[in-house]
């Protein structure tokens, strides 16, 4: 049974930084592309960053290049998300989420259905 397990969410500052992290279980996570996502309340789900299994390919999304760096230890079997700078926009819950085909989000927006297994979410509160 897969699961995965975000923790690292919190409150803080704007121009505070966080570090989530996504433990996978049930899978070897080198098999996978990992994505996060974020959600604030009334919006839709939105792709934050992803990543391929190797990590040769990444996506950001324009409102967090520069600011965030995701990143993956396949040995532990572990996704990081590393957000600096951060926003009160930057404010919602987080999840991570993966999928173990060639990742198909290479090349534009990622978008929910590029993933088949998903997290519970962190939530990320950034105060002005």
């Known amino acids: 049974q897969v699961q995965l397990v975000e923790s690292g969410g919190g409150l803080v500052q704007a121009g505070g930084s966080l570090r989530l992290s996504c433990t996978a279980s049930?899978?070897?996570?080198?098999?996978?592309?990992m994505g996060w996502f974020r959600q604030a309340p009334g919006k839709e789900r939105e792709g934050v960053s992803c990543?391929?299994?190797?990590?040769?390919?990444?996506y950001y999304a324009d409102s967090v290049k520069g600011r965030f760096t995701i990143s993956r230890d396949n040995a532990k079997n572990t996704l990081y998300l590393q957000m600096n700078s951060l926003k009160p926009e930057d404010t919602g819950m987080y999840y991570c989420a993966a999928d173990p085909r060639l990742p198909s989000w290479v090349g534009r927006v990622p978008r929910k259905p590029d993933f088949a297994y998903w997290g519970q979410g962190t939530q990320v509160t950034v105060s002005s």
């Open positions: 990543i391929n299994w190797s990590g040769g390919s990444t």
């Open positions: 049930g899978l070897t996570l080198d098999n996978y592309s």
